[in-house]
């Protein structure tokens, strides 16, 4: 071989190792800024996961309380007591899941003192504020159409007995002093503020002066207050229960659409409707300022003596607040939204609310058809 071809090929040797060696350097280095990216990657997501902080609270909210006289008197021990827990026991166990559940009470508990009575002027014995409490009920609303159907001495008796058994409520006021104060709660780190009106009290009216004694529909006063909880008191969420629509009927009129814009755009996170009697859908919404706000526009009965065309149905409507906090920064969110049906039984003069579910068969309606009814366009 001569000694031009050895150098040759001595020289491609060399090349093809310095390739090699090139692959191989290339390689490496490719591998450590691959780590390197994971690593901080993985820095990143903890740093994010140890400084990000959320809090959840499950809230809820059951339909009216209306209780006729065959409710009561089904609740009668003696001749002035009261035991309504019998009625609750069923439906008990998903009552208590929520951490914070409200009820509309329609029939104010302004006791025996002030005569018990049943439609079209309701009052109910006071025993029901400690059975509700029994069953799980932790805050009343108490602006409705009955509202004064014992007069404002009906509206303080009720007050008492509410506060004799430290029931929290708003909608009915001792004074405008106590209208005025917005009530919130805290759990878990989060703050809630809780709202009541009604669109009317059948024609009886407030005495002169003492306009404070229930809260009646006004969207620009209501929307002044939904601005105050939010950034005066600076709650997290604010939760409006509304008397308003027509009764009987499934679908909420166009007013209560309207408002229900109207109040979401203002800021309310969550509408509890009440006042139909029948369960009406629940939708939630996106506002303009990107929340998902939740409308219940009517949960039906919960308890009371009207039976037939849906009027004995019910139900609770349970959803999360989140609250997420990162450096410095909080974000508010709503899900989960969750819907319990439920139907009142009365068998030889006795009262029961029970759990609807779909393996019930002796109720004399849908289990598919009523959850396609409430819940017809819900999407996580």
């Known amino acids: 071989m001569s000694h031009s071809k050895l150098l040759v090929q001595l020289i491609f040797m060399m090349f093809i190792i310095m390739l090699f060696t090139l692959f191989f350097v290339l390689i490496y280095r490719f591998e450590m800024n691959e780590k390197k990216v994971t690593n901080q990657v993985q820095r990143d997501y903890?740093?994010?996961?140890?400084?990000?902080?959320?809090?959840t609270i499950s809230v809820a909210a059951i339909g009216d309380i209306l209780l006729h006289k065959d409710v009561y008197e089904s609740a009668r021990i003696s001749l002035n007591e009261f035991d309504f827990k019998p009625i609750f026991n069923e439906v008990r166990p998903i009552l208590l899941k929520p951490d914070f559940l409200v009820a509309n009470q329609e029939s104010l508990p302004a006791g025996g003192d002030l005569g018990l009575s049943s439609y079209p002027r309701f009052n109910s014995p006071v025993e029901i504020i400690r059975d509700l409490q029994y069953a799980g009920v932790d805050f009343l609303s108490t602006a409705?159409?009955?509202s004064l159907d014992k007069g404002e001495e009906g509206v303080y008796a009720s007050i008492e007995a509410f506060n004799s058994y430290d029931m929290p409520y708003t909608g009915t006021y001792l004074h405008e002093e106590d209208q005025k104060r917005i009530r919130t709660f805290s759990m878990n780190s989060i703050t809630f503020a809780t709202l009541s009106y009604t669109y009317g009290t059948n024609g009886l009216l407030t005495p002169v002066g003492k306009e404070y004694l229930v809260n009646l529909l006004d969207v620009d006063k209501m929307i002044l207050e939904i601005t105050r909880?939010?950034?005066e008191l600076n709650v997290d969420f604010v939760i409006v229960n509304l008397h308003w629509g027509n009764e009987y009927e499934i679908h909420p009129s166009n007013n209560q659409v309207d408002m229900a814009i109207s109040l979401t755009e203002a800021g309310a996170d969550i509408i509890?409707?009440?006042h139909p009697h029948v369960l009406q859908p629940i939708?939630?919404?996106?506002t303009q300022d990107d929340r998902k706000a939740v409308i219940a526009y009517s949960l039906g009965n919960?308890?009371?003596?009207?039976?037939?065309g849906q009027k004995d149905l019910g139900g609770m409507i349970s959803l999360e607040c989140h609250k997420t906090q990162l450096a410095g920064r909080k974000s508010n969110s709503i899900h989960s939204v969750h819907f319990y049906p439920t139907y009142v039984r009365k068998v030889k003069g006795s009262f029961t609310v029970l759990p609807f579910t779909e393996d019930q068969h002796d109720i004399p309606y849908s289990f598919e058809a009523t959850m396609e009814h409430v819940l017809p366009s819900y999407t996580e």
Do not use: D, L, M
């Open 46 to 55: 903890y740093v994010v996961k140890k400084f990000t902080i959320t809090n």
């Open 144 to 146: 409705n159409n009955h």
């Open 229 to 231: 909880a939010k950034e």
């Open 272 to 274: 509890f409707g009440h």
């Open 283 to 286: 939708y939630i919404r996106n």
């Open 302 to 308: 919960f308890i009371s003596g009207q039976r037939g």
